[in-house]
């Protein structure tokens, strides 16, 4: 018999990759941690860890109740929403969501689904795609809205990837400088530029990107907010590379210029569980799809006009809808 308790001690070990940090989630010592998994060993047959100085790692025998155990607590919870529903009589929908997500497409989907479903409770979880995928994995979240750069998104096991939109990237360029009229530039172009980072996870990927194009990456400043890097460029400290996302409104000194392809983007999406099917997650899918179409709409327009966040130059849109490649979520 399998000890649904050991399994979550496991899940936490799998979680930190080390006894010591599993404890403390727990609220245990290491020694009962280290006591629970050998426990779990014996009940299965076959070692779930493999232990080193550099920490600990599943074996593929603990991959699989990691796996197994992530259903069967994902399972609980969503038994304890369906008898809240049965006390409360309102069905609840919980969306995880990254920032600027959540800034610039939530909003629109919410009041449409909320409009159509008064009844419903809906809940919002803000957290980046690693926080937020694991949170529809476990059940915490009916769905997420999210993330992955040019690799495959992280820790998402048994979720449905629906695409939204390529978050296509600009360069943001501060007041006078020499390139801000170009239509649009190469990346070595800007190989001499002060970097401002606007999220610690661009940095890696804007790395490779700037070592295709033949130079190194000097960052100058580093934050983990687009609307800072922006504010930081415009104050004449460097240049910043920006999602569509993650314009800032109130940026008007910065220009905003294309990048030639292979231009950076960004792939949003929403994740959901494959194991269970929600009418309401299907709507609140379709209407985050809505969002997506409608924000390209509207970037299209405002490139037309002349009307948009910051002195945006170039011809074509900072976005296009649902042309995302899905990721691996089995990875």
């Not at 299965?44 to 025998?61: I, K, M």
């Not at 415009?234 to 314009?247: H, I, R, S």
């Amino acid at each position: 018999m399998i000890d649904v308790a050991r399994l979550r001690v496991l899940r936490e070990v799998a979680r930190h990759g080390s006894f010591s940090k599993a404890a403390a989630a727990l609220l245990f010592t290491p020694s009962a941690v280290s006591q629970q998994i050998s426990a779990l060993e014996r009940a299965v047959g076959a070692p779930v860890v493999e232990r080193s100085t550099r920490g600990v790692v599943l074996t593929e025998a603990g991959r699989l109740l990691v796996e197994s155990a992530d259903a069967i607590f994902a399972e609980l919870h969503r038994t304890r929403e369906r008898i809240s529903r049965l006390t409360t009589g309102r069905s609840r929908l919980t969306v995880a969501t990254f920032t600027s997500g959540g800034r610039r497409l939530l909003p629109y989907a919410l009041e449409r689904f909320v409009a159509a479903r008064p009844d419903v409770e809906v809940n919002v979880v803000e957290g980046e795609p690693e926080v937020s995928l694991s949170l529809v994995r476990e059940g915490k979240a009916d769905l997420a809205v999210a993330y992955h750069f040019d690799g495959p998104l992280p820790i998402s096991t048994g979720l449905h990837w629906t695409p939204l939109m390529d978050d296509l990237m600009s360069v943001a360029l501060p007041p006078g400088h020499p390139l801000e009229r170009r239509d649009d530039l190469d990346l070595a172009e800007l190989a001499a530029e002060s970097w401002m980072i606007g999220c610690t996870k661009t940095e890696g990927f804007l790395r490779r990107y700037a070592a295709a194009a033949g130079f190194e990456l000097r960052v100058s400043g580093s934050t983990t907010d687009y609307f800072f890097a922006q504010a930081l460029v415009a104050a004449g400290l460097g240049v910043t590379l920006v999602p569509e996302l993650g314009l800032d409104p109130g940026a008007a000194d910065a220009t905003l210029v294309p990048i030639r392809p292979p231009r950076p983007a960004r792939y949003v999406g929403v994740a959901t569980s494959r194991r269970h099917h929600s009418p309401l997650v299907e709507a609140m899918t379709g209407a985050l799809r809505e969002a997506a179409s409608q924000l390209v709409d509207r970037t299209t327009s405002s490139r037309v006009t002349g009307r948009s966040n910051g002195r945006q130059r170039g011809r074509t849109p900072s976005a296009t809808a649902m042309s995302s490649p899905e990721p691996n979520l089995s990875a």
